[in-house]
T-cell receptor
Framework: NAGVTQTPKFQVLKTGQSMTLQCAQD?????MYWYRQDPGMGLRLIYY???????DKGEVPNGYNVSRLNKREFSLRLESAAPSQTSVYFC???????????????FGEGSWLTVV | AQSVTQLDSHVSVSEGTPVLLRCNYS??????LFWYVQHPNKGLQLLLK??????LVKGINGFEAEFKKSETSFHLTKPSAHMSDAAEYFC?????????????FGAGTRLAVHP
């Protein structure tokens, strides 16, 4: 019952360093998402991929890039980390990209990133 | 534009007493509404969802929510709190206007359950 798996779970970066958060799902879902969660706020969408081969910006894409490597995997890259990117990052997936199809979004357990 | 307001940032109840977590939404279209729960250091788990079927929605672990269009509310309730219910709860709205599974999250309500 893996579902959505994210790595690493914890990471400390220095300002200006780069890193990639990895995400994989084993539910044969078409759509995948990256969110960030900050204290006192709900989750905000960074990027999403409606289907393999496509990616689009969400609400807060600045400072991030993504790659939909294949149907299973969707990575998030911080090219030059900034303290403002200290957050908890969640990867998620759903069968389709429309809530009207009753598609539920399933979340990974989160990646805690600190930029100093 | 969509928005979600969770009216209480913290709720504290005693074990065995009812739980009420309040949520109001704003949407230009017919919305889908969700409640997610997040236990400490864990991902989000879907409790229940409303997608234009029955207005009273039953979820997991004894939770339910009622969609009230006239009040633009989707409050989460449980008749009797259990210690394991202590977590953060998020009300979420989507109306599909973004052309994709765009979810707008409330700021969250932290539920504490005391013995």
């Amino acid at each position: 019952n893996a579902g959505v798996t994210q790595t690493p779970k914890f990471q400390v970066l220095k300002t200006g360093q780069s890193m990639t958060l990895q995400c994989a799902q084993d539910m044969n879902h078409n759509s995948m998402y990256w969110y960030r969660q900050d204290p006192g706020m709900g989750l905000r969408l960074i990027y999403y991929s409606a289907s393999e081969g496509t990616t689009d910006k969400g609400e807060v894409p600045n400072g991030y890039n993504v790659s939909r490597l294949n149907k299973r995997e969707f990575s998030l890259r911080l090219e030059s980390a900034a303290p403002s990117q200290t957050s908890v990052y969640f990867c998620a997936s759903s069968l389709g990209d429309s809530v009207y199809s009753g598609n539920t979004i399933y979340f990974g357990e989160g990646s805690w990133l600190t930029v100093v | 534009a969509q928005s979600v307001t969770q009216l209480d940032s913290h709720v504290s109840v005693s074990e065995g007493t009812p739980v009420l977590l309040r949520c109001n939404y704003s949407s230009s279209y017919s919305p889908s509404l969700f409640w997610y729960v997040q236990h400490p250091n864990k991902g989000l788990q879907l409790l229940l969802k409303y997608t234009s079927a029955a207005t009273l929605v039953k979820g997991i672990n004894g939770f339910e929510a009622e969609f009230k269009k006239s009040e633009t509310s989707f409050h989460l309730t449980k008749p009797s709190a259990h210690m394991s219910d202590a977590a953060e709860y998020f009300c979420v709205v989507s109306d599909g206007s973004g052309g994709y599974n765009k979810l707008i999250f409330g700021a969250g309500t932290r539920l504490a359950v005391h013995p």
